[in-house]
């Protein structure tokens, strides 16, 4: 405890040593050696995003100065916004914590979301670990088997959380193009919703990333055991024989619309580090980001596993979150009344 002015004295030098000018005559590897950087995972254990963040915290290391190491922190909650109200308001900002959240969460302050309350511009942007494309499928005992068939017939769906993808995405293809996904709430992941439609309580899904059931349920797609009904992507997709949902565009605000919902695919595997961390670390940070991506032990180990990897960098990340922060009114107008907002 100090007491009287020495103590004082000595209080207030500590708090000298320990502002940015003094961290600044730190060199960044002199700063990360020895440390343990702690990675925010917005889901619980054995999702996909935590099987990419794991993935990620194996390889990364080797690119930072100083060679840290990492641990992971599961912090599942509120869709997500837990996890990102942590990273932006508590974590500390001196580059030790950064971590990955859920695609959507990002455009939802653009959207007005009332609990979204952060500037998703003010984020440390370090890159996503690949482009999505999603599909949505039946199982094969369903009478749905086409997107067509789709327009006609419902098809129970899992919704694994308000504000996640597989409810907010069903309700918008509802809205814009007249599927008839009808959404059972309540399933806490995706791994339950998968064992619901293998059990037959549930009719398929209507959101999953292609990445997810490459590497989750292959086998699905191998025995066929589903039908893809349509995916995502802006092409016709050789590895994917379905037609894309954005054949179903009727008019140029309904394109814009459709790909603002749809710029989330761009953000697949999403990592982010607090606003305010000193430039250099930032720097850093983001480079051994970029080098791990393209690590040739970390390239051959995804492929062993099947995971998809593709980079995706902090500055396309952030300028995608720009170009959605300046739609016209009437495109953020048509996106709200397809997610019902």
């Keep these: 405890m100090f007491k009287g002015i020495r103590g004082l004295a000595l209080a207030a030098f500590t708090a000298a040593l320990a502002a940015p000018g003094a961290a600044s005559a730190q060199s960044v590897e002199e700063f990360y050696k020895g ?28 690119h930072m100065p100083g060679n840290p190491t990492f641990i992971p922190r599961n912090m599942p909650g509120a869709g997500g916004i837990a996890a990102t109200q942590f990273l932006h308001r508590i974590a500390p900002k001196d580059g030790t914590v950064f971590g990955t959240i ?26 996503s670990m690949n482009r999505e494309r999603s599909i949505a499928l039946s199982w094969h005992t369903s009478k749905v088997r086409t997107l067509k068939d789709l ?13 996640a993808d597989s409810e907010v995405m069903p309700l918008a293809f509802n809205a814009l193009f007249g599927t008839r996904f009808k ?24 959101y999953w990333s292609w990445s997810a059931i490459q590497s989750s349920h292959k086998h699905w797609l191998d025995e066929k055991k589903v039908n893809v009904l349509f995916h995502t992507g802006p092409e016709p997709d050789p590895e994917i024989k379905a037609p894309s949902i954005r054949t179903l565009v009727r008019d140029d605000v309904e394109r814009a619309a459709l790909e603002f919902i ?14 305010g961390i000193p430039e250099d670390r930032a720097k850093a940070l983001k480079a ?28 396309e990340v952030t300028e995608v979150l720009r170009r959605a922060a300046a739609s016209p009114p009437q495109v953020i107008e048509r996106v709200k009344k397809a997610l019902d907002r």
């Design 288 to 315: 051994a980001f970029n080098a791990t991506m393209v690590d040739k032990d970390f390239l051959a180990e995804a492929k062993k596993r099947n995971i998809e990897v593709e980079l995706v960098t902090g500055d």
């Design 102 to 127: 859920a695609r959507n969460l990002p455009f939802e302050p653009i959207l007005g979301k009332p609990e979204a309350d952060f500037d998703p511009l003010s984020f440390t942007w370090l890159g």
């Design 183 to 206: 959404i059972v709430r309540g399933y806490k992941s995706t791994s339950d919703a998968t064992l619901a439609v293998e059990r037959g309580e549930l009719d398929g899904i209507a």
């Design 151 to 163: 327009q006609n017939m419902e098809l129970l769906v899992p919704g694994t959380g308000a504000g």
């Design 262 to 275: 749809l710029a989330r695919e761009v953000l697949g595997r999403p990592f982010l580090a607090p606003p």
């Design 35 to 62: 440390k343990q950087l702690q990675v925010v995972i917005y889901t619980p254990g054995g999702s996909t995003y935590d099987m990419y963040a794991r993935f990620l915290m194996q390889y990364m290391g080797r």
